[in-house]
């Protein structure tokens, strides 16, 4: 029988486990969370009995069904709060290395595992842009304010602003107000002209499928039930106060979103949730040897199929398409994972619904994708890396005077991305600042997507894994080598 | 205007030369096929150590180099300013502990020879090793202290000596790569064919680390110059506990070994940023560089040995990286004896930060005919451990 390893068990990776279940192979199914569903249907944990889910979820029945048949399934093993650190490449194939327990346990159980195909399906996590007062208590992604909402049942604040530019600013702005909430105003950088381009002017208007349709033009009756006004051309452009938010500064931008002076107005907020897109994770890919397009999402055939044989990928790593998409894809991808045809019976409905959603990454990146003239808003002492606590000023001083064209001899000069989160809030945007002040860009062909280790590790776990492994498996693939 | 030298390579060693040799009053030219500093110099910890070598040409070298690492530091921070960032050199020391009862008796024989040498090599107690490091694990059975060990930022300090050498004059080109030599009539090399055009040159001085015996190839000269891979983990920022650079006396004999396989010894030590680097690993895989996590289990089995408190660290990230392996151990520093016209400043293994600065002046001053400070007969590809190993050109 098959064995098919699914990292992620949001919508991409729950369709796909199903998918390769249903095609006759074992499945094992990894999330570091410790409950299923991922960050689309993230929700209270059953010991505290989720009262009417379904009012905060969208297709909560069919996450309910989906749960259900892989924890039903006797050729399913599910094992939440999964870390995966590693994936090594031998010759002889891949071996994904997971610790399984709390992120912060020191003495997590390790496995090893060498599935006959892995389906990736990591997700993506919000990005956020930075801006003076960003690192002020009170400022949070719309990605966090969103779990908090819908995981925990707390509202961020009680004025709350939510700015940033994208499709995901609705839903966020939809729970803050349904957790109590006021949301005092959507402010979206994209202007009216970049919007029409990829959408049309209304953002829930036109979504290609009629299911977004419904979810979309729901959050729309949300809004205007809870009377949020929703402003494009517009964006934070700092957070004010002492010890928390207590004022935000909005203004107007212009089409390359540089700030349009004399437009400031300042709004008393005790909470501001921002989120200017997503970064896919990718790290566990890249660690894989699949190939990233230049867009940086895994490059995937039809079947979801990557560049590294029985590896398949799916959902937001393949581009933002949303969890109609993800659903679709990830079935694909379990399909063929399980070694199934790409055109059986099983997946032609998937086939079709993918190809709904197949423009849906480029309409956002052409409504909502970032513009150069955010950097109009920076000064010179915003943090960009908070875990180091590197502003942009140095950043763009340490450019200037080493001439450097090296992404990794910048990142160590300067220290940003060298933190604790690794870059994964900072990283691209550390990266587009430096490779502006180097004409001609940064040259040494490397990411800060790129992490071998892929969460963090014991010393004591490490040490007490050694020589448990298979050693003559490395060793052989060392001597190949020479 | 034609260059007295191309220099290949804008690693420090090939930023080191190029600020001597525009210091020296020479025109030069730095290339480099990718960015500055993002090869092997920016792959390691940036020791500056005379603690790991025994008696000999390269203690030598490393003693120089220890000498001329303090100034050199000021000077850097005078030309280019308190924005540039800081090299981070600290003369911390170092403490090299066996933690064998077999171990012991080499480590203090072995820090005997080298106090004959000139190296301020101090027997400790385990108490007073304890002084310096409390966490250090009380059961090692021996401890030497060696003060003139020292630590640098080594991106830093390649960024700040290739900054100095533009100051001076020096012209530095990256995403160049070279694709072969120029020749006179004579045989002499007078310059390389580039991917951005030709560059003659008085002198072709091949400092691409690793990758120098293929550049030397594409100059019809082979050089027994192969990589060999080394990883370091980092832990995440922590309360400062480790104060010298720390690690097993197992280390020489690793660094020392011609072995292909895997060999791995403890060095521990803490950054200015706050994060501990842990050490060390050599393994010959080629440009291999998938990770490995049997060698990452190793690094943490061992570093437990030295400082049992890191079983609580967290290892957040790892980076790997090639040093530059010769078979007989030694740095090649100086002109070719078989091709006019090329030289070589290479194959410093895990040395190259801290013999860098020596490297360089050894180069200028046989470049401009002056006197070097430290014999560089040793350092030439004509000594007899490389016979076997150089071939005449054909």
Known sequence: MTGVLVIGAGPAGLAAARAALRAGASVTLLDSSDQLGGQYWRHLPDSRAGVRED????????????????????????????????????????????????????????????????VIATGAYDRTLPFPGWDLPGVFSAGAAQALAKGERVAVGGRVVVAGAGPFLLPVAASLAQTGARVLGVYEASRPRALARGWLPRPWRLLGATSKFGELASYALSHVRHRIPYRVGHAVIAAHGTDRVEQVTVARLDARWAPIPGTERRIDADAVCVSHGFTPRIELAIAAGCDIRPDRFVRVDDRQHTSVPGVFAAGEITGIGGVDAALAEGAIAGHGAAGGGADDPAVRRDLARRATFTDFAARIEAAHGIRPG???????????????????????????ATCSTSLRSLKLSTRAGLGICQGRVCGRTVEDLLGRESPGGLLDGTSTDRRPIASPVRIGELAAAHGRHTSAATDAARHQHQ | MTPDVVIIGAGIIGAACARSLVRAGLRVTVLDRNAAASGTSASGEGNLLVSDKGPGEELRLAQYASSLWPDTVAELRRELGADFPSLEYERKGGLVVATTPAGRDPLLAFAESQRGAGVDARVLTVKQALRLEPDLNPAITAAIHYPEDAQVQPVAATEAL???????????????????????????????????????????????????????????????????????????????????????????????????????SSVVESTAAGTVLIGSSREQVGFDNRLRVSVLEELAVKALRLFPFLAGASVMRSYGGFRPYMPDHLPVIGPDHRVPGLWHATGHEGAGIGLSLATAELIAAQLTGGVPAVDPASFLLTRPSLAALVPEVA
Request: hydrophobic share 40%.
């Open chain 1, 374 to 400: 955010w950097t109009g808003w920076l000064r010179p002492d915003t943090l960009v890396c908070r875990c180091e606590e590197v502003p942009y000023g140095r950043l763009r001083e340490t450019g200037r």
């Open chain 2, 162 to 264: 290739l900054a100095s050498a533009r100051l001076g004059g020096a012209d530095v080109r990256v995403g160049v790569t070279v694709t072969g030599g120029i020749r006179a009539a004579d045989g002499a090399l007078v310059g390389v064919r580039t991917s951005a055009g030709d560059f003659s040159a008085g002198a072709v001085l091949n400092a691409a680390g690793p990758w120098s015996g293929e550049v030397s190839r594409s100059l019809d000269a082979s050089l027994p110059v192969r990589p060999r891979r080394g990883v370091v983990l980092v832990t995440t920022r922590m309360p400062h506990r480790i104060f010298h650079k720390v690690y097993d006396a197992d280390y020489v004999g690793a660094v020392g070994s011609g072995e292909a396989e895997l060999q791995t």
């Open chain 1, 55 to 118: 009012r905060l979820h969208h297709g909560w029945d069919r996450f309910r069904a989906l749960q259900d048949e892989l924890l039903e399934h006797p050729g399913c093993e599910v094992v939440p709060s999964a870390q995966v650190w590693a994936i090594e490449r031998l010759d002889e194939g891949l071996v994904v290395h997971v610790h399984v327990g709390p992120p912060d346990g020191n003495r997590r159980p390790s496995r090893e595992l060498t599935p006959d195909a892995i």
